[in-house]
Each structure stands twice: as C-alpha cells, then as structure tokens.
C-alpha cells in the first residue's frame, strides 16, 4: 500500500541481520492471493511510520 496509511501488529528488529520483520495478524482465513502481500520498505532503510 504505497502512499496510504496502514498499522502494523509486530514489528521485531534481528540483531544480527540488522532487519525489521513486519508482521500483520489476520482475524479471517489466509488465501494464495494474500501471500506476500504487504508494505513496501522505506529506501533509507528505517522502519515504516505508523
């Protein structure tokens, strides 16, 4: 979702590959189509704002 506004539910930092792992938790029943899906990062490398 580029340009829109969107919240994350987890959101953890690897310490050692020095990357943020994004998680959104679903209340219905997961499809193909939702495989991958999700927030594009941020080119400086930050976190996404929420």
Same mark, same amino acid.
Request: proline letters at 10%; aromatic letters at 12%; glycine letters at 10%.
């Given at each position: 979702?580029?340009?829109?506004? &969107? ?6 930092? /690897? ?6 792992? *994004? &998680? ?6 997961? /499809? ?6 999700? *927030? ?11």
């Amino acid at each position: 979702m580029i340009g829109g506004e &969107f919240r994350i539910d987890l959101l953890f930092y /690897h310490l050692k590959l020095h990357r943020y792992f *994004v &998680f959104e938790l679903k209340t219905k029943d997961a /499809h193909p189509e939702h495989i991958g899906k999700g *927030v594009e990062p941020n080119p400086d490398g930050r976190p996404p704002t929420a």
